[in-house]
């Protein structure tokens, strides 16, 4: 009998030993409280707006979980239809404060429109867009505006910049010994009116202007004769343009349909000064002169500029290739510079 009841409370104190461990299994600890946001109310975007401007928006954004969220960022964007993807435009971002559980934050700030963005958009305001909240759900931090904007198709920007151009060299001829050395340069200040439809708009110039110089020296020597050639030149001014692109000294197009390329072609005149002087030497010396000729010099020179960046305010443009008039090799060594296009 003894044994008996030795055997019962043995089992019994294992078997509360048991459930003791069950009740201390980290697998049955409570899941973490976390913050939940959401915009809980969005403004009403303007109808129309034109593209390149901006207008202001307000959102509220809520916290529906049971922890406090940080400070984070509601993020605005343009879009096609209702639901956030991949090729949104990034219109701008507005901060957060921190949000109690259960308690809400009322901001505003402004929604830039690009200047490539046309047509009828959608506004998506997300809570927690940079994702620096841990929250209980991902998935329901956008509201869509209950109505589009309608930002005007027609192109109303201005491209402006700089380039530069180089050419410099030294070259000898084998035959005849005679060694030329060079050097050319040009800028020019790019102003330009960009209207119409962004596949095919008018691009006037608005005042652009340039500058070129440049110098030539060679000198050739024989037993009987010293030849020396002293060339320079000089242009500038106002580019020249009246709306016809076979006269134009400038002019652009759009490369490709998002406005992503550009190609500029411009027309550099300068003229020119060269005196060449022979001087005798040795026992039958040539015949000394000096003579000095003049003319006009014409590089025509069709530059590629691909985009480098785009914002809300603009694309800015670099120079990616060149080349001479109807595609032949260009005498220029090096072009550099950058274009802006901006809203006007």
Known sequence: MQARRTAILTATTVLGASLATLGTTPGASAAPQRADLVVSALSTPPTTVRHGSSFNLGATVANKGRASAKRSSLRFYLSRDRVRSADDIVGGSVAVKRIKPRKKKTVSGPVHVPVTAAGKYWVLACADATTKVKETKERNNCRVSRSQVDVDAALHA??????????????????????ETWRHTASASISMAVDGDPHNPTFASTGSTYERAGSVTALEESDNCRIALDRTEAGGGTLAYAGDRFNDDINARFTRTDLSGLRVGLSL??????????????????????TTTEGTVLDISSIELTQVAATAGGITYRVVGWVGEQNTPSDWDRVEGTLTLTSR
Do not use: I
């Open 158 to 179: 201005a491209l402006v910049g700089r380039l530069t151009f180089l050419d410099e060299g030294e070259r000898t001829d084998p035959t005849t010994g005679r060694v």
């Open 269 to 290: 005149r300068a003229d020119w000064s060269a005196t060449s002087t022979r001087t005798g030497r040795g026992q039958f010396p040539c015949d000394p002169s000096t």
